[in-house]
């Protein structure tokens, strides 16, 4: 299990000891999207989704996942969050909606599953909300696109 930070020496699964990490400002933003038929586009973006606004329910689902991502994630440390924030975007050459979250902190590790998990409670979301009209939605694109802080530094998706 070698480079896998989860697992001890014999193989079983533990939560990665922090305590001797520095404590530093960290960012995460990740991406996902939500691929829809054009009249359910259109029913989200003109706000006649009989719910209410998707966009802005997602919204909220997405702040609250990252705040929860400790209690979803077995192996995630809690951590205190300094920053969520949601960005949805309709796309009609989709047809969809692109969703976008970041999320900041300053502690001993990571929010890359905090942004993850900001992205796809978004996406699930939008999906809960629109089901009634379209099941055949497609939930895609879930990836860390930047992750900077901490000693390994700097990533940046190509």
């Not at 691929?35 to 609250?64: Q, W």
């Not at 699930?124 to 930047?146: C, H, N, P, Q, S």
């Amino acid at each position: 299990m070698a480079g896998l930070t989860h697992f001890d020496g014999k193989g079983d699964a533990h939560m990665v000891d922090v305590s001797d990490k520095d404590v530093t400002a960290r960012v995460a933003v990740a991406e996902a999207h939500v691929k829809m038929a054009r009249e359910t586009f259109d029913i989200i973006t003109e706000g006649r989704a009989k719910k209410g606004d998707v966009l802005a329910v997602a919204r909220l689902a997405g702040i609250m996942g990252a705040k929860r991502t400790s209690e979803l994630i077995p192996l995630c440390h809690p951590l205190p969050i300094a920053k969520v924030a949601v960005e949805l975007t309709p796309d009609p050459d989709l047809p969809g909606i692109r969703i976008t979250a970041t999320v900041k902190t300053t502690g001993q590790t990571g929010v890359e599953m905090e942004a993850l998990t900001a992205a796809s409670s978004a996406a699930l979301t939008v999906y809960d909300m629109a089901k009634a009209v379209d099941r055949a939605m497609e939930i895609g694109g879930l990836r860390v696109v930047l992750k900077d802080g901490g000693k390994s530094g700097r990533y940046e998706a190509k």
